[in-house]
């Protein structure tokens, strides 16, 4: 396999979440190039299948359990990394997700849905479900910085943080999501300064509208055509499509490659078709 990323093989990368579409494709692809991949992954069985398809079109991969809110159970899987490939040399923060509770029925207030038993105002928003969607994208992107941070140093690594166009811009409907993922925004940019110095880089892809199993019932119907939401986001989308998950790669290969990006750190990289760049009119 021809490589112009020759500098990526032999390394390490860590994958939180990388049994899901997105993660999963930024792991195989990495793969490609000769790293050698740990997926960590809740439930388990959506990592085995992503290390299986390295494996079998000749990478290396394993997949450990990973509750990335438990840091004893992060703790363990960076156990069982080191004792697999003997080093880390990248991160990769996907983990994370919405919860029901987080998000409102409707896009905008009105008086009417207070008394709705089937809509969820912003009166019904929960604190558990606030908790569950911090926990799961700040919490979940902080423990494994940590706990695998300290063999990043060692190997002057890069983080990847897994942003969003809700950082910049909150997303109607999803208030817990917007304000989570712009947390990971700022947490990217501190953890970029603290540990300047040190030669590990820290940085975030914030991806615009992917279609992922998590948001297939929201953008699209059971026939596959598009919902009204997907329809209004196209129409902010200059590009006019959804992404692919291979629209990320030239972006993870960039940053990874300090050949490529060794000067580069405490960014955030829209992957969006133009949509943070269009103001609607």
Known sequence: MGSTHPNLAGKVAVVT???????????RELAKHGVKIAILNYPKEFGDQTAQAINQSGGEAISIFCDVTKKEVVEQACVEVIEAFGQ???????AGGNHPEGSTTNELYSEKDIDDPEV?????????????????NLMGTLLPSQIFAKELLKTKGV????SSMSAPAPMTKVPAYSAAKAGIDNFTKWMAVH??????????????????????RLLTNEDGSYTARTIKVLSQTPMKRLGKPEDLHGVLLWLVDDTFSGFVTGISVPVDGGFIAYSGV
């Open 159 to 162: 983080i990847i943080n897994m």
């Open 120 to 136: 969820r105002s912003f009166f019904d928003l929960t604190p558990a479900g606030f908790n569950h969607v911090f926990n799961l």
């Open 195 to 216: 540990f300047g110095e040190t030669g590990i880089r820290v940085n975030a892809i914030a991806p615009g509208f992917f279609l992922t199993e998590q948001n297939r």
């Open 88 to 94: 880390v040399d990248i991160l990769i923060n996907g």
């Open 17 to 27: 979440g990388g049994g899901g579409v997105l993660c999963g494709s930024m792991a």
